[in-house]
């Protein structure tokens, strides 16, 4: 029984850390689904708006009014030097996109810890972690 849950915690750390990925990698993923979900790409090619770019936080979204309409903004300075500018569809249909993607990842470690959980030990005898 002790060596089924050490199995298992084993398992899971090595899923959590294969699914790590650099902030890079992270920033580009959410700027492909952020263009993907209908956000506006706007360079930030004078110095007054890599100026403004510098106001906002990077690499996260966040609101705000402009006259009647609430837009989303997502200023990534390091990857392209731009803003994403988004509606409310474009806001709706990103967050979909992600619920969708962390579903698909979650399913995929399931299946991964389900399929591990089978896998036989037995013939590698007690205590293989502690080689």
Known sequence: MLNRV???IAMI?????AAC??????ASEK?????????TILPANTPERREQLQTLPPNRVVQKT????????????????????GDQNAWDTYRR????????????????????????WGPWGPG????
Request: hydrophobic share 40%.
């Open 66 to 85: 402009q006259g009647s309409h609430v837009v989303f903004l997502y200023a990534d300075p390091y990857a392209c030097g731009c803003l994403y500018i």
């Open 31 to 39: 700027d492909d689904m952020l263009a993907a979900a209908g956000f």
């Open 6 to 8: 050490r199995m298992t």
């Open 97 to 120: 996109q992600q619920f969708q993607a962390n579903l698909a990842r979650e399913q995929q470690m399931t299946a991964q810890m389900n399929e591990e959980a089978a896998w036989n």
């Open 13 to 17: 750390c090595c899923g959590v850390l």
């Open 21 to 26: 990925a650099s902030p890079q990698e992270r």
């Open 128 to 131: 293989w972690w502690r080689y």
